[in-house]
């Protein structure tokens, strides 16, 4: 399954702080400790790999050998530092905020492949549900419609429930994508 340059956007949207934070903390060795405790956090909440990665570049590692065995959502983040550390203007910016209308293609496309029984789709929608049932609000609410929405559950009415404007628009768009795709 390859990354879309949309999802890969929207990866580095979600992942920005993370990004720049490592970034930073390559650059001044004051600034780790701070990113230590995020690390500690993040390697208990499941991102092991990640992290293993992320202590590798802070060691010094800026070969692209680091890529490999991450999967597609830990490589979009290691490529991002590892690019911005070469150049800083590749770096997201601080305010940078994950963009609804761009999750939509990615979430149906990987809704889909999870439906077909696809195991390392199964496993990005999981960890993709966890992490917005984390960021609370329409998308931990939206995290929460993954599931059904990989069982071919489409109920609109049942899903957007409790959901906001962002969520409803987002929600609506995987539908939308989803139901287009299967009449084809």
């Known amino acids: 399954m390859s990354v879309l340059p949309e999802r ?4 580095r949207s979600a992942h920005a702080a993370l990004i720049l934070q490592v970034a930073a903390a390559c650059q001044n060795i004051h600034l780790r400790a701070p990113l230590e405790e995020n690390l500690r956090v993040a390697a ?3 991102w092991g790999d990640l992290v293993a ?3 590798q570049i802070l060691a010094g590692q800026r070969e692209l050998g680091l890529l490999r065995g991450l999967d597609e959502e830990d490589g979009v983040i290691i490529e991002s530092i590892l690019t911005g ?4 203007e590749t770096l997201p910016k601080a ?3 994950a963009d ?3 999750a939509a293609p990615g979430l149906a496309s990987v809704i889909l492949a999870a439906r077909r029984g696809e195991p390392e789709a199964l496993a990005w929608l999981g960890r993709m549900a966890s992490q917005m049932q984390r960021a ?3 998308m931990a609410r939206m995290g929460a419609a993954l599931g059904p929405l990989s069982r071919g559950r489409y ?3 049942t899903l957007e429930r409790g959901m906001g404007p962002l969520g409803r628009g987002l929600l609506q768009s995987v539908l939308g994508i989803l139901a287009k795709t299967e009449q084809q």
């Not at 890969?8 to 990866?11: C, F």
């Not at 550390?85 to 800083?88: S, Y």
């Open 95 to 97: 305010g940078d905020q």
């Open 155 to 157: 109920d609109r009415l």
């Open 53 to 55: 990665v992320i202590r």
């Open 100 to 102: 609804p209308t761009l």
């Open 44 to 46: 208990a909440n499941g």
């Open 8 to 11: 890969r956007e929207q990866i």
């Open 136 to 138: 609370g609000g329409d």
């Open 85 to 88: 550390l070469q150049n800083p």
